[in-house]
């Protein structure tokens, strides 16, 4: 009659299975941790309403058409010591535009806590200026401009601005 000695330290069923779990548990935890953080911090959207800006996609066209047949360029600064951002205004014959009434958003590319909106007063002939205080890094300008308070949308800028440390 032979006995078959036992190995004090050896892996059984219950080992493998155990293990096996452990391994799946933590990677779903993982994926899952994963998972959240990708969806609730950043939706990969620029618009809050993507499919009704696709509806209306015709007159996005003919707003763009409009907007490049008056010819403006529009500059984009912004000075740290003075907390200030500056948006100038040119037409095609390379003159001033005044009188304009302009607002936006300055916003983080992946974070939407740190958005804001702002307004912008002329501070000169073709010259906008917002008071505002500006993190180093990168940021998106948004901004409308109108003829009027209150009026039709004449021109619609974006622009990207980045802030450098210690500005």
Do not use: C
């Not at 779990?21 to 959240?36: D, K």
Request: hydrophobic share 40%; glycine share 10%.
């Amino acid at each position: 009659m032979s006995t078959a000695a036992r190995f004090p330290h050896a892996v059984t069923g219950r080992h493998v299975l155990l293990g096996l779990i452990a391994f799946f548990g933590v990677m779903f935890l993982a994926n899952g941790l994963l998972v959240y953080y990708a969806v609730s911090t950043f939706s990969g959207g620029d618009r809050p309403d993507p499919y009704r800006s696709g509806l209306n996609y015709n007159e996005t066209l003919a707003e763009a058409e409009r907007q490049a047949a008056l010819g403006w360029d529009a500059r984009a600064d912004y000075d740290g010591k003075a907390q200030r951002l500056t948006l100038q205004f040119t037409d095609s014959a390379k003159a001033p535009v005044s009188g304009l009434s302009i607002t936006g958003t300055l916003a983080r590319p992946a974070e939407k806590w740190d958005d804001r909106s702002i307004a912008f007063r002329e501070w000169s002939e073709g010259v906008y200026v917002s008071d505002v205080a500006l993190k180093p890094g990168n940021w998106v300008l948004s901004a409308e401009s109108a003829e009027r308070k209150g009026g039709p949308t004449v021109h619609r800028l974006k622009k990207r601005l980045i802030v450098p440390e210690g500005s």
